[in-house]
C-alpha cells in the first residue's frame, strides 16, 4: 500500500518557521524550537537525552570531545562512507585506524576491527552505511571486552532497526544528520542521543562554548545570569555548534512526519529491488534476517565482466535514467592522506600508522568502492520513481 507522502516539506514547516520569526529573534524567546525537537527527538528514538548541533559533523566530533580523546588515542573508523566521519577524529586531535568492511552488507567488519585493537584503542564510529547498519552484537562484545567507546554514525539511517531496536539506541551514543539529502531535512543539523547523563552534560558543553549554564536537557542560558557583571561564563573550552531556531523549526514538522518520509524511500527501493531480481551481475546490498534497512539510498555492486560503472552509469542516462552516484573515494586514499595535508594533525599521528594510509590496507573496501551504484531513493511522486525502475529495467536487458 503506498505510503501518503505529498512531497518532502508538507507538515507543520512554515508554521514553524512563522513561529520563530514572530519572535524577531529575540534572545528572550530563543531556544524554543530547539528544545521542543530535542524532546520530541529523544521520546521518538527511546531515549533519555538528545542534543542538537549546527551539522551532523559537529555532533560527531562534539561527542569525542565529550569522552575526552586526546593527542596518541586511536579511534576505529570505516573507510567506505563521507570523510568527515574520519574528519571528526581528526578535529579531535586523534588517531584514525580504518578497519575493512563485509563484502555484502558493506558495513565495518566486526573481525576487522577486532584486528584494529590496540592499548590505545578509545572509540569505534560505526556508520549505517545506506541506512543498513552494521553487526552490532558483535562489536559492542568487543568494546565491553576492551572498555571501548562506541559511537553511531547515523547520518544516513532514520528508523532502521536492529534484532527489534532501534538503531541509534544500541552504541554508548549515536550522531544523525538533518542535511539536505538525509531522510529528515532542515537544510543542515544535527543531532546525538545518549542515556549517558555526564556524557550528555559534556556534550552540551561541547557544543554551547563551555556554558556554565547549559545542561544535558537546557541548551539556553538565563537572561539575568548573563547581564550580571560578576557571572563567569564558561566552564570549559567548547565550540559554537547550536542549531539555529529557524533549522530547528523544519526539523521538528519533519521529525513530525519521519515515519512516512521513510516509508516513501523504502517504498521506492522496493521497486528498484524489483528491477535487479533476476539480475546476475548487479547484485544489490544484503540486508541479514533481523535487520531493517531504511534506504538513505539503494545501493548494488556492478559484477559485469565487461561493462565498466561509467558505462552502466552512461546507459542508464540515454535510456532516461535520473542518474546513478558512486560511492565515496575511500577517505584513506583521498589528497588529504596521501599528501599529509590534515593541518597539523598529521603530528598526533604515529609514523607506523602513517606509513598504512595508503592502497591495499582495506582490500574488500577497494574491491567494492569502484562497482557500486547508488540509487536516489527520495522521489515524492511516485509515478516518478516507478519509471525510474522501469528504466533500471531497461538498461539490464540493453546490456544482457
Not at 169 to 193: D, W
Not at 311 to 321: I, Y
Request: aromatic share 10%.
Amino acid at each position: 500500500m503506498s505510503v501518503i507522502v505529498k512531497q518532502r516539506l508538507w507538515g507543520n514547516e512554515l508554521k514553524y518557521v512563522q513561529e520563530v520569526l514572530n519572535t524577531d529573534f529575540r534572545s528572550s524567546q530563543g531556544a524554543v524550537m530547539m528544545t521542543r525537537l530535542e524532546g520530541a527527538f529523544a521520546e521518538k528514538f527511546r531515549s533519555r537525552f538528545a542534543i542538537s548541533h549546527i551539522n551532523g559533523t559537529a555532533s560527531l566530533h562534539s561527542v569525542l570531545e565529550a569522552i575526552g580523546i586526546r593527542p596518541g588515542d586511536e579511534v576505529i573508523v570505516p573507510p567506505l562512507t563521507m570523510s568527515a566521519t574520519t574528519f571528526v577524529v581528526l578535529q579531535a586531535n586523534g588517531t584514525p585506524v580504518f578497519a575493512d568492511v563485509d563484502p555484502h552488507t558493506f558495513q565495518i567488519s566486526p573481525a576487522s576491527v577486532a584486528s584494529c585493537i590496540t592499548p590505545r584503542t578509545r572509540a569505534i564510529i560505526t556508520v549505517a552505511l545506506y541506512g543498513l547498519c552494521p553487526d552490532m552484537d558483535l562489536i559492542m562484545k568487543l568494546a565491553e571486552k576492551h572498555d571501548i567507546f562506541v559511537l553511531e554514525d547515523n547520518a544516513q539511517c532514520f528508523l532502521g532497526t536492529y534484532k527489534g531496536q532501534i538503531v541509534g539506541t544500541i552504541g554508548h551514543a549515536a550522531s544523525f544528520s538533518f542535511q539536505s539529502s538525509k531522510h529528515v531535512t532542515s537544510g543542515e543539523g544535527g543531532m546525538v542521543i545518549t542515556n549517558d547523563l555526564a556524557l550528555a552534560e559534556g556534550i552540551r558543553k561541547v557544543q554551547s562554548l563551555g556554558y556554565v549554564g547549559v545542561s544535558a536537557s537546557k541548551g539556553k542560558i538565563a537572561k539575568r545570569d548573563i547581564q550580571d557583571p560578576d557571572y563567569l561564563r564558561h566552564a570549559s573550552m567548547g565550540w559554537n555548534y547550536r542549531m539555529p531556531e529557524l533549522c530547528c523549526a523544519v526539523a521538528l514538522a519533519q521529525l513530525e512526519n519521519i515515519d512516512q518520509l521513510v516509508d516513501r524511500r523504502k517504498e521506492v527501493a522496493a521497486m528498484f529491488e524489483d528491477a535487479v531480481r533476476n539480475c546476475s551481475w548487479l547484485v544489490p546490498q544484503t540486508v541479514p534476517p533481523g535487520y531493517g534497512h531504511s534506504y538513505w539510498t539503494y545501493a548494488a555492486q556492478l559484477l559485469h565482466p565487461r561493462v565498466t560503472w561509467r558505462q552502466f552509469r552512461d546507459r542508464f542516462l540515454e535510456l532516461g535514467g535520473d542518474g546513478i552516484y558512486a560511492a565515496w573515494q575511500l577517505t584513506y586514499l583521498e589528497p588529504m592522506f596521501k599528501q599529509l595535508s590534515l593541518l597539523g594533525r598529521e603530528k598526533f599521528i604515529s609514523k607506523d600508522i602513517l606509513a598504512l594510509y595508503r592502497a591495499g590496507l582495506c582490500p574488500v573496501a577497494e574491491s567494492l568502492q569502484p562497482r557500486l551504484l547508488q540509487f536516489k531513493t527520495n522521489y515524492w511522486d511516485l509515478s516518478v520513481a516507478a519509471r525510474q525502475a522501469e528504466i533500471l529495467k531497461k538498461t539490464i536487458r540493453a546490456i544482457d
